[in-house]
């Protein structure tokens, strides 16, 4: 596992990273894997339906289900990744006091393990994969601590590149999430997911929107977002991040978005931004208002993670690259949603 330490990176790492990226898809024996979510027109789960129920379709191809089960039970690797940035200093003690009851009532020791990542201008590890709340926990209350001081050495010179939110911000958004899969989950079994909580503005990463889906997408990763957007912070006009291709060729560098102009950054849309992470990895987007405090938003999250459903198929192709998945019910007015491809 990686060292909190060994895990910010240094100038120039994550392009290396994306180079490396295993061009395989996670799950072995050419079996795909998906977890489904299924809902009714009221918005409640739905727990009794049977593995006749369902349908997947494959690049538009039928594919027989051949492993079906209801995730209630199984482990779970979660990660929560926090956006220390300046624009979210406010409403840090929130987020951090609602996560710590999450990981509460969410985290079975005997079964679930947890992570937890903060990122501003840099992405760093805060507590490596644990099953302990207690070591979470003392994670979380270092969380709006900058780097800048968690990182000096001895004479109290600075390790490693940044900076810290001390020195002219940024917000490492799309690297988080493609460190977290890359370097986390892509290792592990079974049932994973993260939560993002952000305003969705990156201003600092050096992979693009594209290539952080693609790699969550290849680690089998669902991520949760929640925007918790503070209106009277605002933000330097920094470029919008992230280079303009994506890895894989598929979505690049942000393609749906415009770029910012020049005098502002008026064309960043945070929300779009988290919609489409959590749209396209098979997990849910959720925003802090008056009507929807963080802790209902958790609330929610967990009741998803403890019903879900997890169908398996074998494609009846073999080509490589990206293939589209869409995921049905026979019972009418229910909406399942699921993550939408993957890599072969």
Request: aromatic share 8%; charged share 25%.
């Amino acid at each position: 596992m990686l060292s909190r330490r060994n895990f910010l990176y240094l100038a120039g790492a994550l392009p290396a990273l994306a180079r490396a990226q295993d061009p395989k898809y996670s799950t072995s024996v050419n079996v795909v894997s998906v977890l489904a979510t299924v809902r009714d027109k009221q918005g409640k789960i739905v727990h009794d339906l049977a593995q006749d129920e369902f349908a997947i379709q494959e690049d538009g191809h039928p594919q027989s289900i051949r492993y079906f089960s209801q995730q209630s039970d199984l482990p779970l690797t979660l990660g929560l990744l926090i956006d220390t940035s300046g624009s979210q200093s406010r409403v840090l003690d929130r987020e951090r006091s609602a996560s710590y009851e999450f990981f509460e009532h969410i985290l079975r020791e005997d079964k679930d393990k947890a992570f937890l990542i903060h990122f501003d201008r840099e992405v760093e590890l805060l507590q490596d994969l644990t099953s302990s709340r207690k070591e979470l926990e003392a994670a979380l209350r270092e969380a709006d601590r900058p780097q800048l001081n968690r990182r000096s050495s001895g004479n109290g010179a600075p390790q490693g590149r940044g900076q810290g939110r001390g020195a002219g911000g940024g917000t490492a958004l799309y690297d988080s999430v493609f460190l977290a899969a890359d370097e986390i989950l892509k290792k592990q079994q079974g049932r994973k997911a993260v939560v993002l909580l952000s305003d969705g503005v990156d201003t600092n990463s050096k992979t693009s929107i594209g290539g952080a889906i693609e790699s969550a997408q290849r680690a089998d990763m669902l991520v949760y977002s929640i925007r918790f957007a503070d209106s009277d912070v605002s933000r330097s006009p920094v470029g919008f991040g992230g280079p303009g291709m994506g890895r894989g060729g598929r979505r690049g560098g942000g393609g749906r978005f415009p770029q910012p102009s020049a005098g502002g950054r008026s064309g960043v849309d945070g929300k779009k931004i988290l919609q489409r992470i959590s749209d396209e990895t098979g997990g849910s987007y959720f925003e802090v208002n008056g009507k929807m405090s963080i802790d209902k938003i958790y609330d929610q999250i967990e009741e998803e993670l403890r019903n879900q459903y997890s169908l398996g198929y074998t494609p009846d192709q073999s080509s490589g690259g990206y293939h589209r998945i869409l995921v049905s019910v026979k019972r009418k007015n229910l909406t399942v949603r699921a993550r939408d491809g993957y890599y072969s």
